[in-house]
């Protein structure tokens, strides 16, 4: 597709349980970046992945977050055993780089809306 | 201290209005700057990139002061269609983090 795609759309789960986000960049991207918004929040860093260095992962708030991405595309954001405060947006951007840093414009997903029971 | 701070609003002005944000930044490393415009439940869209010498898209003017660290954006002659949250970004160029204000809302009325 032409622009950045995220699945499910829309997550409502129960306390506890994993859940699964994808996201699937611009081809040619090979920046791809994971933020959350909670309401009326601004964006929280999540992870960064850069072609094949290793990820960026300092803003995983806790050890239940993890996120891969395979074969420098598709990415996927895990939450395990889900907690009330995980409820938010979580977005997926990418973006072109250049001597491996990340030129310019981040694009945007729609973004996966989770509620956690 | 944040990495970046904005005033988070809410502007209410009548349409026709110039209206202006400011944003501050703490880190005087950083490199790149940039206003996103993010409407009610969607995602974040690049609106202008802040170039040092200050630039224009129609009605919309950036300035960039690296000495007080800050950014400005103005909206000229606002329109309805203007209403949204305007997130201030910066990144710092070396790294590949880009840290995201916590957005001004701008309401236009008729």
């Known amino acids: 597709g032409a622009g950045v795609s995220q699945s499910p759309s829309n997550k409502v789960t129960e306390k506890g349980k994993d859940v699964e986000l994808r996201c699937d960049p611009i081809s040619g991207h090979t920046a791809l970046y994971w933020y959350r918004q909670s309401l009326g929040q601004g964006l929280e860093f999540l992870i960064y992945f850069q072609g094949n260095s290793a990820p960026d992962k300092s803003g995983l708030p806790s050890d239940r977050f993890s996120a891969e991405r395979t074969g420098g595309s598709v990415s996927t954001l895990t939450i395990q055993r889900t907690q009330q405060e995980d409820s938010a947006v979580y977005l997926c951007?990418?973006?072109?780089?250049?001597?491996?840093?990340?030129?310019?414009?981040?694009?945007f997903g729609e973004g996966s809306r989770l509620t956690v029971l | 201290r944040k990495e970046v701070e904005q005033d988070p609003g809410p502007f209410n002005v009548p349409e026709g209005a110039t209206v202006a944000f400011n944003c501050t930044y703490s880190n005087s490393a950083s490199q790149s700057f940039f206003w996103y415009r993010q409407d009610c439940r969607k995602e974040p869209k690049l609106l202008m990139s802040?170039?040092?010498s200050g630039n224009e898209d129609g009605r919309f003017t950036a300035q960039l002061n690296r000495a007080s660290q800050y950014i400005s954006l103005l909206i000229r002659d606002s329109k309805l269609s203007d209403s949204a949250t305007y997130l201030c970004?910066?990144?710092?160029?070396?790294?590949?983090?880009?840290?995201f204000g916590t957005g001004t809302s701008l309401t236009v009325i008729p």
């Open positions: 970004v910066v990144n710092r160029g070396t790294g590949n983090q880009f840290y």
């Open positions: 951007a990418s973006s072109s780089t250049r001597g491996g840093v990340t030129a310019g414009e981040l694009f």
């Open positions: 802040v170039y040092s």
